[in-house]
């Protein structure tokens, strides 16, 4: 099993630019989140799903956009780069309701 | 509102010293609580778990009993290597959001040999 993986590792976007931030798992893990991990504050939830088809905004939302079109893959899309979305970005998954997320390697965006 | 606060670090130890982080959190009901350790350049991992209260967690020499009455799960190991040398975050499971896991905002730790 390869569990989380995350494309690009790094990725550098100028103001205004779009980009896909990809995720998948080959653990057929129903649901799966983006966080976002700033200096100081820990990590913070922008979008989950809890299954193909189902996709909900976490606390962090603005500017990010998610679709879950099947089990494995949950892509995270930025519209519009704006440097306060500057982080580094870790996809998770976890099987049923509650218990261990895994985490895939982050990817570390700088957008200028 | 639901939050997690640790101990401060950067925290500097040498070889073999006794470590504790302290870890408390505001959460509704009894949520399972987590500590995830995140190595240089690395994604988190698990690094224990404890789902109700009194439950202690252990992995790889480190502990964290779940205290209820005082809303903490602080984490301690007896004697550190220099390959712990990561940051560590505590974290707990919320009933909102899909279960989302509210993290505190880690504290990173060294230990020189």
């Known amino acids: 099993n390869a569990g989380v993986t995350q494309t690009p590792k790094f990725q550098v976007l100028k103001t205004g630019q779009s980009m896909t931030l990809q995720c998948a798992q080959d653990?057929?893990?129903?649901?799966m989140s983006w966080y976002r991990q700033d200096p100081g504050m820990g990590l913070r939830l922008i979008h989950y799903?809890?299954?193909?088809?189902?996709?909900d905004q976490g606390e962090v939302p603005n500017g990010y956009n998610v679709s879950r079109s099947t089990t494995e893959d949950f892509p995270l899309r930025l519209l519009s780069a704006a440097p306060s979305q500057t982080s580094v970005y870790f996809c998770?998954?976890?099987?049923?309701?509650?218990?261990?997320?895994?985490f895939g390697p982050g990817t570390r965006l700088t957008v200028t | 509102g639901d939050s997690v606060t640790q101990m401060e670090g950067p925290v500097t130890l040498s070889e073999e010293a006794f470590l504790t982080i302290n870890c408390t959190y505001t959460?509704?009901?009894?949520?399972?609580l987590f500590w995830y350790v995140q190595y240089p350049g690395e994604g988190l991992q698990l690094l224990l778990k404890?789902?109700?209260?009194?439950d202690k967690g252990s992995n790889k020499g480190f502990e964290a009993t779940y205290r209820k009455e005082t809303t903490s799960f602080h984490l301690e190991k007896g004697s550190v290597q220099v390959s712990d040398s990561a940051v560590y975050f505590c974290?707990?499971?919320?009933?909102?959001?899909?279960?989302?896991?509210?993290f505190g905002q880690g504290t990173e730790l060294s230990v020189k040999p």
């Open positions: 799903s809890v299954g193909a088809g189902i996709t």
């Open positions: 653990m057929n893990h129903e649901y």
């Open positions: 959460a509704t009901g009894y949520p399972s």
């Open positions: 998770a998954s976890r099987t049923g309701t509650s218990g261990e997320q895994y």
């Open positions: 974290a707990f499971e919320s009933y909102n959001q899909g279960g989302k896991l509210i």
């Open positions: 404890a789902t109700k209260a009194d």
